[in-house]
């Protein structure tokens, strides 16, 4: 499949290949091109690269003015990207600026003209500052802060500011922002960063992040057009305040948790879908309006062993009470390491809305956990689809139920692995001991369909024991293989993942998702997925890149399944 | 009932024509004939898929006359192998990150598809991409060149391309004071 026909009467033509240092021809072909396609050219190197051009000829002169997009990234010299703002000229679609640890100076020296070409920015604004180290925040204090532009005209921005500060003006109208993303902020006044996303600055707002800020006390919302919401590590809020009439999904995540006195938190959502409240909840201080159309919900993690009248499991339960249904309902059991002075508390759970489908995400740190997640199994006679994610050590603690017992009818349904987070250097005794029970009651579970997901941080730097206990597990497996889900995973990973696929064990697969870091593209060619393709029903496909392994026919069934609409777990794999 | 089932048929014939002619014929400036799939001509031009939506395509031969025989050979040899790669982009996640350039990455293919041209033909199938309206080609094209500009001083670019200095040696200097900001080194 090289080149088709032509290569005998003109390769006399082709006999001088364009390498990087051999002179074309005698014309100058390239600044007789339009501007449009010099543009095109251009818009591939970096900012300064491409302002160099400039010195190339008359012709040249202002060619990257032109550039609809900027992009500095991870300069160190802040004064750079100020004279390239204003030098350039047409209105921009696209400002990227990535800043490695600025200094406070620096900064302050660009932050105008950030500030004026902000205002031309039609389309994306991104500004990244990577700071330092963890230990930076109190040296940060002294940076200068950003003003947050006034964006007439951008569409997205994003910033990360590396807890610098973000100045939010006391007026001021973002007509056309449709998504916000503040990450690593100190918000400042004079203006309030509530009222500057509320419906009359901010009327098109759909998708407003926050994580990981200091200076919110208060923050009130009162917005027609947002659709969600994130709020994550809102570090010192006191009082929460949404009024949002088209809202469909809201994520509050440890935002009060840490801050236990004189919360408040009024959220008035009547078109809520979707609510995370990974957070302290208790009726008297959390108000939620009316949620008909609520379908999905995650509540605070419950501990399996701890103190009596933990606010954990309290704002769990009530949270849950408060719905006779929920179509989905995501519950994160969470064991400490040492339990050996605490009381059993699943007893607490005494009831649970009819649940359609259940998650159950469990971080057992070594501990058993048939006891609790069967607890919560038993209260859910009403479920279509159990989906198990085990954030912890990698016992194969699934399938520590003895076959008889009323709960193996559900075995089936088990994921026979999950996998995580690794404990680093303790519980081999635990392990082993766990390891050998989980071997001994795999043979009664050998006819059951193998369901195997992979998730959590940890698995993107997959350890050598993850990898061989899956690899043990699949090859140990000879049932039908049903399911696969690895989320993140990286070149080592990709290599593991290859021999995964071809065992045996996943023969006539049917749902198989990947979610691959995306800078390792190049590294994850997941040829052997092919074979799958007779019998996928659901397949997910995000960041891998996929080369033939057998004829093109079975590629073009893979790429056809792929268009199925995908159920998507309501936490983990998107972000 | 008469009137549909006479429709009917006629558009059956009609089906049958088309599949007949998947393929369109172009005529280069210096006459030569190619000939291509209808379906990746008007997927990959909009040029040419307005010039088959519109019927102004000839049988005999569409008139491409700014076009050279060898880049339409060109165009008609990325369009075969671009109907039959996997265009493996489709599975990749769309989104945005940071660090990625908003715009898609020549795949290997396409690489080398570009790589074995001579100066003159790279160039010749950017003028044909660009007239055709083919804004994958454009790209991949364009992608080429930058590369061949990436990590070169003003000098070496121009010794490249060719490409001559008319600035006095004032306004050079003048150049290089204004954006001194994008000559400094880091």
Redesign the interface.
Known sequence: METSGGDGEVSGKRAKPSSDNAGGGEEDRVSALPDDVLVLILRRLLTPEAARTSALSRRWRRVWTLLPELRFLYTQDCRQIRAALEAHEASLRCLFVGIRDAAPDSVAAWLPAAAAAARRISGQLVFHNIERGNDAQEEAEERGAFALPCLERATTASLHLGLLGLAVPPAGVFARLTELSLTRVRIHGPGKLGDAVSSPWCPCLRKLTVSDAWGLDNLVIHSDSLRQVKLEDLHGLRQLTIVASALKDLDVTRCFMNNRKQLVASISAPQLVTLVWDDLYDPSFVHLGEMEHLQSLWPFFFLVYGEDSLLHNHACLSLVRRFKTIQSLTLALHYFWEIDDFDYLMEDMTMLPDITFLKLVVSANGHALGASAFHVLRMCSGIRRLMLSFLAPTNVEACILHPAAPEAQLLPRLPDLLSGGHRHGCGHESQEKEGGRAGAHRCGARSAPLNVELLGENWIVPTPTTTSDISRILSSHPGPGRRLSVVGGNSSAAAAMDGWLRSPALDGLQELKFHLEENLLRHCRLASAHHFASTLVVASFGCCVFFPDGDDDDDDDCREKTRKPIESSPRNGTS | MEVDKGKGEAEETRKVAEADRDTVTLKSSDGKLFEVSKEAAARLSTVLAGMIAGGSIDDNGTDLKQIGS?AL?NVV?YC??HA?S?P?A????S?I???????KEPEEWERKFV?????????DL??AA?FLGMERL??VT??????????K??DQ???????????TKEE?EE??Q???????D?
């Open positions: 060898e050979e040899d075969n192998k039959n996997i493996s489709a599975l990749i996640s989104s990150s940071f660090n990625t350039a908003p715009f790589d074995r041209l001579s100066h003159d033909a790279l160039f950017v003028e660009n454009l790209d364009c992608h080429k060149i930058s590369e061949m500009m990436k990590g001083s003003p670019i121009r010794e490249v391309f060719n490409i001559k200095n008319d600035y050079l150049i290089r204004e954006l001194a900001w994008a000559f400094y880091d």
